[in-house]
C-alpha cells in the first residue's frame, strides 16, 4: 500500500491530491482486492483508522495495516450501499482530504458489492440503457417488480443511497452516477432528506426510464450548493433549451457575461432578478434601495438586457442553468 501510494504521489508532484486518491482506489478496484484490502487502503491515504460494515463483513483497521476489533463508534460515515457504511476516525480537525476519501472509498466498496451481488444492479443498468431492446427493458422492469406510470429515476453521486426503489452504479454522461428507482411523487425528495446533490428525471412507465435517466442526468449538472435538488419537472420547456444549448453554451454570450461576475455580484443579481421590486431585494440583501438601483443600471449595461424585464428575465434563467450546466 505504502508503495503505492509513494508511486502515485511521484508521477506528478503538482497533481491535485483528490486526483491521487481516485487513482489510488481505481487501481485497488482494477486490482480485484477485498473489502479490508480497500479499508487498509483508505487507513493507508488518512492516516488514521478506517472501517467498513457491510451485511457480509465488518473490518476495521490502523494505518499500519494491523486489524482493530469493530467498535460502534459515532464516526462521519458514506453511505454505501442503504445497508452498509465505511468512515474514517478522525479525531478533531477534519484534513483536506477526507471527504474525497470517504467518497472514493465507499464508491470502491460498492462497486465490489456490485460484483459480488449483481443480479439487481444488472436489471436496472438494462433498465436505462438506452441500446437495450424495449423487449429487454420489460423482462428487467418484472425481475425488478417495478410497475406504474409515476417512475422516476434519481441521479446522485455513487456515495449517496437514497431512500426509494432498486438503485444501481451507472455510468452517466457526467461519469460514475448512483441511479435509483423512485415510484409516486411522495418519494420525491427534497433537499433536507438528501446528503449531496441529486438531479430528478419525469415520470413515466418502467419502459420509458431510459428518458428518465437521461433528465435526471441533465437535473444533476444544474445543481449547486443554492440548488442541491433539481427536478427537471419544474424546469418545463427550459430543459430541453439546456439540452439542446449545452455542448455551446461557452460560446453563448449571455453565459459569458454571467460568468464574468464573480460570486458577491452573482448573488446580487439573483437577488434583484427575483425580487418583487428592487426595494424589496434590496431589503433582503440588507442594502439601500438607491444602491441596488445603482446596480441594476450597471447590470443591465454589462448583460446587455434589463434582467427585471420579462424577456431579460428569460435571459438571465437560460444563461444561468447553461452556466450550472458547465458546473460553473
Known sequence: MQELVGRLTALDPEASE?????????????????????????????????????????????????????????????????????????????HANDAIVLERFALAVALLRSRRHPQADSSVQVLLDADRSESERSQAAERLSLS???????????????????????????????????????????????????GIGRPGVATQLVRSWADAQLAISMTDASHRVVDIADLGILA?????????????????????????????????????????AAQELGMHHSTLQGKHEHFTRILGYDPR????????????????????
Open 148 to 198: 406504474g406510470s409515476a417512475l422516476r429515476v434519481i441521479a446522485t453521486s455513487p456515495s449517496v443511497h437514497p431512500q426509494g426503489g432498486p438503485s444501481a452504479l451507472t455510468v452517466g454522461t457526467g461519469g460514475v452516477l448512483r441511479a435509483t428507482i423512485i415510484s409516486g411523487p411522495d418519494s420525491v425528495p427534497g433537499p433536507s432528506t438528501v446528503d449531496g446533490v441529486a
Open 240 to 280: 430541453d433549451a439546456v439540452r439542446e444549448l449545452a455542448a455551446t453554451a461557452a460560446g453563448v454570450p449571455d453565459v459569458s457575461a454571467l460568468a464574468a461576475l464573480d460570486d458577491r455580484a452573482v448573488r446580487v443579481l439573483d437577488a434583484l432578478v427575483r425580487g418583487d421590486s428592487v426595494r424589496s
Open 309 to 328: 424585464e420579462p424577456v431579460g428575465r428569460a435571459r438571465y434563467e437560460l444563461a444561468s442553468l447553461l452556466l450550472r450546466s458547465m458546473g460553473r
Open 18 to 94: 483528490g486526483l491521487k486518491v481516485i487513482a489510488y482506489f481505481d487501481a485497488l478496484v482494477a486490482g480485484g482486492v477485498n473489502t479490508e484490502a480497500l479499508t487498509r487502503g483508505a487507513a493507508v491515504l488518512a492516516g488514521v483508522p478506517a472501517g467498513a460494515r457491510t451485511p457480509e463483513a465488518a473490518v476495521r483497521v490502523d494505518p499500519a495495516g494491523h486489524r482493530l476489533p469493530v467498535e460502534s463508534a459515532d464516526w462521519p460515515t458514506r453511505t454505501v450501499a442503504g445497508d452498509g457504511s465505511v468512515w474514517l476516525e478522525r479525531v478533531g480537525v477534519t
